[in-house]
């Protein structure tokens, strides 16, 4: 049969060559999640400084109840006061976040002219509060 086709011998299955090709996949594979990885195997030791101080964000509550009182920070304020309040905060860090603890039963109203406010002072991070169940 295999003069029929001008084979002198029957075709063999060489390994060695997938094994190179194998093991260079891995290499390869290997090498470049070396990369994704954070390189952490310095040991730095950084300067000290005075100046540096590490700031905490500690975002700005809103406080409604039901009767619509509104308490910025333990204050009770009116709308226009929350947001000269509010404007003055965002001028002092630009970077403030806002949190809204609305009472379940308040107004849905009130909520939305907070919300309003709250924007118009600037602020971008907003976020409402609320329980798990």
């Known amino acids: 049969?295999?003069?029929e086709f001008g084979l002198?011998?029957?075709p063999m299955f060489m390994?060695?060559?997938m094994i190179d090709i194998i093991f260079f996949l891995l290499v390869f594979f290997m090498m470049n999640s070396?990369?994704?990885v954070a390189q952490k195997s310095l040991d730095v030791q950084l300067p000290v400084a005075q100046a540096?101080?590490?700031q905490k964000q500690v975002p700005v509550i809103i406080t409604l109840d039901t009767?619509?009182?509104i308490v910025i920070d333990g204050k009770p304020l009116s709308l226009t006061d929350a947001k000269q309040v509010l404007s003055a905060k965002q001028a002092d860090n630009p970077q403030v976040a806002v949190v809204l603890q609305?009472?379940?039963?308040s107004?849905?109203?009130q909520v939305v002219a907070i919300m309003d406010t709250v924007r118009s002072a600037g602020i971008k991070k907003f976020s409402i509060g609320a329980t798990n169940k």
């Open 67 to 69: 009767a619509g009182h």
């Open 8 to 10: 002198k011998q029957k």
């Open 34 to 36: 070396l990369q994704t």
């Open 15 to 17: 390994i060695i060559p």
């Open 1 to 3: 049969m295999f003069k």
């Open 102 to 105: 609305a009472d379940a039963h």
């Open 52 to 54: 540096a101080v590490q």
């Open 107 to 109: 107004a849905h109203g």
